[in-house]
Nanobody, 121 residues
């Protein structure tokens, strides 16, 4: 049974930084992908970044390339998303999700966390 527990987020002024993390349990070693998605007020859910435990390059949405960095600690099954140079339009609830394919397509993710709020003013 896969479970995802997010932490981090919060409020920051534009230009600032935040870090969110996601601990995955019940995943098969080296055969899972963790993605970060976000949904802002009145917006559809958007893929932000993903990383595959089995290797390969992470995927990033164009809107966050160069500002956000995703990383994985294989020892603890923890995925970190560093959010730098934040903009007001980054304000959203951020969700981590687990799947088995290296992808940033939400349809490829079967398990979802509860979400953590990021607010940029």
């Amino acid at each position: 049974h896969v479970q995802l527990v997010e932490s981090g987020g919060g409020s920051v002024q534009a230009g600032g930084s935040l870090n969110v993390s996601c601990v995955a349990s019940g995943v098969t070693r080296d055969q899972y992908c963790i993605g970060w998605f976000r949904q802002g007020p009145g917006n559809e859910r958007e893929g932000v970044a993903s990383i595959y435990a089995g290797g390969g390059r992470p995927h990033y949405a164009d809107s966050v390339k160069g500002r956000f960095t995703i990383s994985l600690d294989n020892a603890t099954n923890t995925v970190y998303l560093q959010l730098n140079t934040l903009k007001p339009e980054d304000t959203a609830t951020y969700y981590c999700a687990a799947g088995t394919l290296p992808s940033l397509n939400s349809a490829h993710f079967d398990y979802w966390g509860q979400g953590t709020q990021v607010t940029v003013s």
